[in-house]
């Protein structure tokens, strides 16, 4: 998002709020608001915070109410970990959470959301993508609102393709004769950087390469045998360099935004730093589904943060229309134009404005509509080690992907059992 133009596609989104989304989001309340203010937890926004202060801001006065941002530390894992140790302890200090998809199900279980079902009409259930939808849902009930959805994509640098006479790779064969091909003439770029440090980022793209060969975890283990050998090929054979192992998100744009590699794995954040002014790569990226090995279909892992409402939270009923607000079209709408994201709702995705500003809006839809969660389960964090250790070794090389597999495996039989 770059310039004036942007910015005033924001405030026209935040000034259309006060009808549009209140009115549509949030009904008069029934009892005069709590006296004290409404406290939103969520993690730091790539951005400037002002879009988000503006709409909190007009919740507040549309009810008589203060609301109190409290931002949490950049780490997923911090988050979780907060999350956990207060919410264990019953704690009342925040009311409405931002949760990441993969946590919904483990904090329902544990009893520390509050059921939201009834603040999901049958209209939103209709406008809702499918995979952000299920990932709120436990046990057939909805603990949370969708907030934004991610998917990966694939970032590339469209004038060097340009200029070899080549498309976007849609297999994984034509991202590395890409990066051959323009290693010739620009020796000194990198091919492929994505998130290969041992996080939860890890975990995302490995299970990309996995399902886009065809595998799964549920599965025969030769096609996910595949796909991080495949993973581990592209360090050995030089398409992705070896300190892949220290990348996530944040470093891995910075090297491409810095014009240091052809290909990026990243979510659809990335696209608004890219084209921002200033940027020395603006107007010269192209974004794609991810690729996938040959007869088989490109693969995104979902990702995306959702609105939840402490179950111990004294202030329930204000801070329940305060995520129903958030979590509606309108403030959707001003946080895509704001800060680049995607949001879970069909609907936006036909919206000129956000079109204009995103022109590869549609075919995120799409990607999102195809994401893939990962492991649904009450227990994933623990689950999730298992994976970044084990996806961590094989790229390394310390581990074989059919060690690796067995031992996710035994680590899902062990979480499984009574």
């Keep these: 998002m770059t310039g004036r133009a942007p910015r005033r596609r924001v405030l026209r989104a935040l000034a259309a709020l006060p009808l549009a989304g209140l009115a549509g989001a949030c009904s008069a309340p029934q009892a005069p608001p709590p006296a ?104 057939a009930r909805q603990y949370a609102l969708p907030w934004f959805a991610d998917a990966g994509l694939l970032y590339y640098r469209a004038d060097l393709l340009a200029a070899q006479g080549l498309a976007a790779p849609r297999t994984w064969t034509d991202l590395v004769d890409a990066v051959r091909r323009v290693k010739r003439v620009r020796p000194d770029l990198h091919g ?95 974004v794609c589904p991810l690729p996938h090995a040959s007869g088989h279909a490109t693969a995104s892992a979902l990702g995306g943060w959702h609105l939840g409402v402490n179950a111990f939270s004294e202030r329930a009923a204000i801070a329940e229309r305060l995520a129903a607000f958030l979590a509606a079209a309108p403030a959707q709408k001003a946080l895509a134009l704001a800060y680049g994201y995607s949001p879970p709702r069909r609907s936006l995705y036909a919206d000129p404005e956000l079109a204009a500003a995103q022109p590869f809006l549609a075919s995120i839809g799409t990607v999102i509509e195809t994401a893939r969660p990962r492991p649904v389960s009450p227990y994933y964090v623990a689950l999730s080690q298992t994976l970044q250790s084990e996806f961590s070794a094989v790229l390394a090389g310390v581990r074989t992907p059919s060690e690796a597999l067995a031992a996710i495996a035994r680590e899902r039989r062990a979480l499984a059992s009574p």
């Design 36 to 139: 004290d203010a409404i406290v939103f937890r969520h993690p730091k926004l790539f951005g400037d915070p002002q879009p988000l202060d503006t709409l909190v801001g007009l919740f507040g006065r549309a009810h008589g109410v203060r609301v109190r941002r409290e931002t949490l530390p950049a780490s997923s894992d911090e988050q979780h970990l907060f999350y956990a140790i207060n919410l264990r302890a019953r704690s009342r200090a925040f009311d409405v959470l931002a949760l990441d998809t993969i946590w919904v199900a483990e904090f329902a279980r544990a009893g520390w959301l509050r059921d939201l079902s009834h603040a999901i009409s049958a209209s939103d259930r209709a406008d809702l993508f499918h995979a952000p939808l299920a990932s709120v849902s436990w046990e």
């Design 192 to 286: 492929f950087v994505w998130q290969g440090k041992q996080y939860e980022g890890l975990v995302c793209n490995a299970l990309e390469f996995i399902w886009g060969h065809g595998g799964d975890l549920d599965r025969p283990a030769e096609p996910a045998v595949r796909g991080l050998a495949f993973m581990r090929a592209l360090v050995t054979a030089g398409v992705t360099p070896p300190f892949v192992t220290t990348l996530t998100e944040e470093p891995a744009r910075v090297l491409f935004g810095r014009g240091k590699a052809l290909f990026l794995r990243n979510w659809p954040y990335a696209w608004r730093l890219l084209e921002r002014s200033g940027s020395p790569l603006q107007r010269r990226v192209g």
